[in-house]
C-alpha cells in the first residue's frame, strides 16, 4: 500500500510525538523535529510506502537525540494496561480458533497515537470481522507445516498469546519480533521483560527495526522464513502495508483494525473496522 494524502500530515505528527518523546532537551527536540520534517518534505511521494519514511525519521531522530527508544516509556504504560484489560477481555472468549482471533484482533485497537481510554472502550467491545476469512485460514491452517506470526504493537502480545498456542497444536509457529525499538512494536526484549519468551514456542526478528517488514532491509533469515512459510499471520495496519504490495499468493493473512482512512480506503471498509483477510 503507497502514501495517500492524508499520510503527510500522520507523518508529521510522528515526528513530532517521536522527538518529543525522545528528549526533554527543547533546542534538540526542535532540531529533531526540523530535519525529520526535511526528510519527511524530501521522502514523501505516492510511489513508496509510509513505513519507509516512518523508519528513516525514527533512525534521523534517535540519532540527534541519541536515545535508541524513545516509546520506552510509552511502551511500559502500553503492556501495563494491555496485561489489565487482557485479564477483562479474555473472559468474552472460548477456546477455538475464531475466539483466539478476535481475541488476537482486539488488541490491535492499542495505537501509540490514541487514548489509553479509547483503546480500553475498543478492546471492551466484541469483535465484529467486517472481512472475514477465518473459516479459510483456520483450515488451511490444519494442513500447513510451519506459519509465521507477524507480530504488532507490544500491548497485543498477551492476545495474541492463546491463539498462537492455539495454531501451535496443528503447526510450527515462528513469532516474529522486531530486532530494535521502533515505535511500540514487540522486541525480543519485551518478551523477556514480560516474562513470556518461553511462552511463544520458537521466536525469530526480521532484522530490521522498522514498522511493517521491508524486505530490501530484512535478514537474509528472517527472509529465508518467509518465503518457506506457509502461511504469513500478520498483525497491524504496518504489515498489511508491507504484504499488500507484494502479488496475493493466498498464504498472507491480515488480522487488524483499519484506524486510518487511507487504510481503511484501501480495504473498502470503514474506519475502525477489524478486518481478517486472506491475502
Known amino acids: 500500500m503507497k502514501l495517500a494524502p492524508n499520510c503527510y500530515d500522520c507523518l508529521k505528527r510522528l515526528t513530532r510525538q ?6 526533554r532537551d527543547a533546542s534538540l527536540r526542535q532540531k529533531a523535529i526540523e530535519e525529520g520534517i526535511k526528510i519527511l518534505d524530501s521522502q514523501f511521494s505516492y510511489d513508496e510506502m509510509s513505513i519507509v ?13 541519541g536515545n535508541p527508544d524513545p516509546y520506552r516509556l510509552m511502551k511500559e504504560k502500553e503492556i501495563k494496561l494491555a496485561k489489565e484489560l487482557y485479564a477483562e477481555a479474555k ?5 477455538s480458533f475464531r475466539d483466539y482471533l478476535k481475541l488476537a ?7 501509540f497515537f490514541r487514548a489509553p481510554s479509547i483503546i480500553a472502550d475498543d478492546i471492551r467491545k466484541p469483535v465484529n470481522f467486517v472481512i472475514d476469512d477465518s473459516e479459510q485460514i483456520e483450515a488451511r491452517l490444519k494442513g500447513a507445516s510451519k506459519v509465521l506470526y507477524l507480530a504488532d504493537n507490544v500491548g497485543e502480545i498477551y492476545f495474541d498469546l492463546p491463539l498462537v498456542n492455539w495454531i501451535r497444536q496443528f503447526v510450527h509457529v515462528i513469532y516474529v519480533v522486531k530486532p530494535l525499538p521502533v515505535q511500540d512494536d514487540v522486541t525480543l526484549e519485551n518478551i523477556r521483560e514480560a516474562g513470556l519468551e518461553g ?5 525469530m526478528t526480521t532484522g530490521v527495526a522498522s514498522p511493517g517488514i521491508i524486505f530490501a532491509l530484512a535478514s537474509d533469515e528472517f527472509k529465508e522464513e518467509f ?7 500478520a498483525k497491524g495496519m504496518g504489515h498489511y502495508e508491507s504484504l499488500s504490495e507484494l502479488p496475493r499468493q493466498g498464504r498472507f493473512f491480515c488480522c487488524l483494525m483499519a484506524k486510518c482512512k487511507p ?17
Open 18 to 23: 517521536a522527538a518529543g518523546l525522545a528528549t
Open 53 to 65: 519514511v516512518a523508519t528513516k525519521i525514527h533512525r534521523l531522530i534517535k540519532e540527534i537525540t
Open 91 to 95: 473472559l468474552q472468549y472460548h477456546d
Open 105 to 111: 484482533a482486539t488488541a490491535n485497537a492499542i495505537d
Open 199 to 203: 511462552k511463544f514456542g520458537s521466536i
Open 227 to 233: 518465503e518457506s512459510a506457509d502461511i504469513i499471520f
Open 263 to 279: 487504510v481503511a480506503d484501501s480495504l473498502r471498509v470503514p474506519v475502525s473496522s477489524y478486518v481478517a483477510i486472506l491475502w
